[in-house]
């Protein structure tokens, strides 16, 4: 890869006076590596962010404290504020360029996908998305990327074996047979038989909740009947009512 300058700057200022560096558009760093004494170093906010964006973890960065010291360092960790998103601290690991490191490098896809995953019929599983590799510092790569267009049938895989790198100056550790993508059915059996199970879940209730609607309303025969009877009961009740004699009626009744 590509070697990147950044300017920085000693640092005398340490702990929550840092804020004030913060305001002037400084970030607090330090620089450590092996058998390497600490340094605190500030650098502008406005160099580091490209140099970020083109180095990552896996660049290699020039240092430059003051005017003549260098010292060729890996970004190894960024504070950033939880709730703004303000950068708050810069680890710089200083490296020896005669040593190899170990550093996490991206997976990134490449190629065309197969018409099935286009239609939705099928999907690109990436199980891993990036793996470890040592290396000499000038010998790290910014990505490994892998190539999909193969992938034409489902369950096609590649492997950590089949990745396209530098196998002379690179190592990964991991098994050769690990799968880094793979094609699936877009609905696996596993998913297939969860809904099957929640659609039949579905119909049970349904089913029931219709056994006790019809339960509960009568049946259109019963309807009739229990208003004949009404009607009934409500004729015998009025001829009751008729029939029913007043004292008088029977005092006459008694004479006759």
């Known amino acids: 890869m590509e070697r990147t300058l950044l300017n920085a700057k000693e640092r005398e200022v340490l702990g929550k006076k840092v804020k004030k560096l913060r305001m002037m558009g400084l970030i607090p760093a330090h ?4 058998n390497e004494e600490t340094e605190h170093v500030s650098v502008f906010l406005k ?3 490209p140099v970020l964006h083109q180095a990552g973890e896996t660049g290699l960065i020039d240092l430059k404290i003051g005017a003549k010291k260098i010292r ?3 970004i190894r960790d960024v504070q950033v504020h939880p709730l703004t998103g303000n950068l708050l601290h810069i680890d710089f690991y200083q490296v020896n360029l005669s040593e190899k490191v170990k550093v996490p ?3 990134i ?3 065309e996908e197969i018409e099935a995953v286009k239609m939705g019929e099928a999907v690109i599983l990436q199980t891993l998305s990036e793996v470890e590799v040592e290396a000499l510092p000038t010998d790290l790569v910014e990505n490994i990327e892998v190539d999909i267009t193969p992938l034409k049938n489902i369950d096609d895989a590649i492997t950590v074996g089949e990745l396209n790198y530098d196998k002379s100056k690179l190592t990964i550790h991991l098994e050769p047979e690990e799968v880094v993508v793979k094609l699936a059915p877009a609905i696996t059996e596993e998913m297939k038989k969860l809904l099957e199970e929640q659609a039949a879940e579905a119909a049970a209730v349904a089913a029931e909740q219709a056994a006790e609607e019809g339960a509960e309303a009568p ?3 019963e309807e009739v009947a229990e ?4 009607a009934g009961e409500e004729a015998v009740e009025e001829d009751g009512e008729a029939k029913e004699e007043t004292p008088a009626e029977s005092a006459d009744e008694e004479k006759k």
Do not use: M, Q, R, S
């Open 109 to 111: 896809i490449t190629g």
């Open 219 to 221: 049946v259109e025969g």
């Open 227 to 230: 208003g004949e009877k009404a």
């Open 72 to 74: 060729p360092v890996l």
């Open 105 to 107: 490098v991206p997976i």
């Open 47 to 49: 160099d580091f962010l």
């Open 31 to 34: 620089v450590f590596g092996k």
